[in-house]
Nanobody, 119 residues
Framework: QVQLVESGGGLVQPGGSLRLSCEASRSIVSMYAMAWYRQAPGKQRELVAH???????NYADSVKGRFTISRDNAKNTMYLQMNSLKPEDTGVYYC?????????????WGQGTQVTVSS
């Protein structure tokens, strides 16, 4: 069973930065597409950033130019560098690992880490 553990969340002032980490329990980061999602209170979970096993990246329009997703396969870890944070970035951030093999889908989630942007 794959486990994903997020860390790095916290309280930060508007304009500040945070770096989230997602560590996998075993070596899957190199084989899976990885992503960060977030869920604000009363809202649906939304995709924030995505990185393929081939290092292609995509971002939600709301975070383009401010957030950077990356992965370190040797450390089985994915990161989300968040700069110029805004109050609307507040939410629980979840790590996701996804892989399609034939007709089978392997989908794993972390427990989430709270990010609060407030003065």
């Amino acid at each position: 069973q794959v486990q994903l553990v997020e860390s790095g969340g916290g309280l930060v002032q508007p304009g500040g930065s945070l770096r989230l980490s997602c560590e996998a329990s075993r070596s899957i980061v190199s084989m899976y597409a990885m992503a960060w999602y977030r869920q604000a209170p009363g809202k649906q979970r939304e995709l924030v950033a995505h990185i393929t096993s081939g290092y292609n990246t995509n971002y939600a329009d709301s975070v383009k130019g401010r957030f950077t997703i990356s992965r370190d396969n040797a450390k089985n870890t994915m990161y989300l560098q968040m700069n110029s944070l805004k109050p609307e970035d507040t939410g629980v951030y979840y790590c996701n690992a996804n892989r399609q093999v034939g007709w089978s889908t392997y989908d794993h989630w972390g427990q989430g880490t709270q990010v609060t942007v407030s003065s």
